[in-house]
């Protein structure tokens, strides 16, 4: 009698995980064992898979992207799992098993969530999702100052863990623009530094400077007003090296600010590895737009001010589990972007953080009355961000942040004009070459 075998491969990387409070097996122990509750205790970033009989689990924190496919055999079913998509496809080609697969039947796990999947056969039942991390909404006081300092200690105590896991003496870079994310987290990783008793000459702040963008001048301004022009470095770059293609396949994405971001992030990735080979650590403020609500709403034609308030996460997950526009394959929000760093990173051989994803942080963020202090102005919304960081920054660390226009990343380095004529801004054009590389 023929015997039902379901197969489950684990390609995730496990030197990308990185806890604080367990092991890796403790961690797996309560992802398998215990309830969606007991997976919020895990401290750090993850991407954790188990497996007990027919039935699987999944789960990640929102710094840590993963994927899987499940593929057809004749002796059973077998799920594969991994960070990326050409991981997944590479192992199926080795099994003659690529005749199944199309980047589209892919599915990310959506950051938050456990994933409950049973490998019973064919047809497939649906994954069950079970929220793991839900915060409350508007619960602190509508005092700018007393949000401030929370936020910025919330984001201090997370640098803090994170420094006591890099090894002693060990440089650490900052993706630094001197714009309110990336120079609060410069400032604060400096004050905890100090704090821990920790040189801040390990410390650094790289610039990306392709020649004629505004980023460099910014991060000067911010440096110098505070006393520490000495830890810029600016990383140059020749323009005409940037390759659009490149990126889609490293990211393996095609929304078009994601590709313009992360090929920033690349060129600044390899600018920073070519001048320190064994540079490893950097750490960045990814995040901190999505926390504090501080994206263009005008831009999006499905946003309203009422529906950016309204909906918890909402920049962190996208509409959500379980809603017509999130996308299987891709998650949404920061759970599907978040990609433009972790790969990049990767991709350069560095180990990468971003405090502002960790959900201690999020969750001062999401308690935020947001409808009190703005009574649903959109202006109002746009200065809450740099009014809330700064008085948290001098809370927390003494020092006066400046605060300038928000910028995004891929719009300091270089000009807006050569900008589009390196990465001309069609999102069905990079789909289409995205999806090239599997014809």
Not at 155 to 173: D, F, M, Q, S, Y
Not at 207 to 227: T, W, Y
Not at 368 to 395: C, H, M, N, W
Not at 412 to 418: H, P, R, V
Request: charged letters at 25%.
């Amino acid at each position: 009698m023929d015997h039902y075998i379901e197969r489950v491969v684990d390609l995730l990387e496990p030197g990308s995980n990185r806890l604080y409070n367990m092991s890796i097996d403790e961690a797996r122990r309560i992802l398998l064992e215990g309830s969606a509750e007991a997976v919020r205790h895990i401290e750090g970033s993850f991407a954790l898979l188990v497996k007990s009989g027919k039935r699987v689990r999944m789960a990640r924190s929102l710094d840590r992207p993963m994927r899987y496919f499940l593929a057809k055999r004749q002796e059973g079913p077998a799920l594969i799992v991994a960070s990326r998509i050409d991981t997944i496809f590479e192992w199926l080609k080795a099994e003659k098993l690529d005749g199944q697969f199309h980047p589209s039947y892919t599915r990310m796990v959506p950051a938050h969530y456990v994933v409950d999947l049973q490998l019973i056969g064919c047809p497939d039942p649906d994954p069950v999702y079970t929220r793991f991390f839900a915060p409350a909404s508007g619960t602190l006081p509508a005092d700018l100052d007393v949000i401030g300092e929370a936020y910025v200690a919330a984001l201090a105590e997370e640098i803090a863990g994170w420094l006591r896991t890099v090894p002693e003496n060990e440089p650490i870079g900052v993706c630094f623009s001197g714009g309110i994310d990336s120079g609060s987290v410069f400032l604060t990783t400096y004050h905890v530094m100090r704090k821990l008793g920790m040189s801040p000459s390990r410390l650094k702040a790289f610039v990306l400077d392709l020649g004629d963008g505004p980023d460099f001048r910014q991060a000067q301004m911010f440096l110098e007003r505070l006393g520490l022009s000495m830890f810029l470095e600016a990383v140059g770059g020749d323009p005409s090296t940037l390759d659009v293609n490149e990126t889609i396949r490293i990211i393996e994405d095609y929304k078009s600010l994601d590709v313009e971001s992360a090929t920033m992030a690349l060129a600044l990735g390899r600018g920073i590895r070519a001048r320190y080979p064994e540079w490893r650590y950097l750490i960045d403020g990814d995040g901190g737009d999505e926390n504090l609500k501080d994206y263009p709403i005008e831009e999006n034609p499905e946003l309203t001010i009422r529906s950016v308030i309204n909906n918890s996460m909402l920049y962190q997950e996208g509409w959500g589990v379980g809603k017509i526009k999130h996308s299987l394959t891709y998650s949404g929000g920061l759970s599907r972007s978040y990609v433009r760093t972790y790969a990049t990173a990767r991709h350069c051989d560095f180990d990468g953080f971003s405090p502002y994803t960790r959900p201690e942080v999020i969750a001062v963020a999401e308690a935020i009355p947001f409808i009190e202090l703005t009574q649903y102005s959109v202006d109002r919304l746009y200065e809450l961000k740099g009014e809330i960081v700064a008085r948290g920054v001098r809370a927390v660390t003494g020092f006066e942040m400046p605060v300038f226009p928000k910028r995004r990343f891929q719009q300091g380095a270089l000009s807006s004009g050569t900008l589009r004529s390196r990465l001309p801004h069609r999102e069905a054009d990079y789909r289409e070459r995205f999806l090239s590389l599997y014809h």
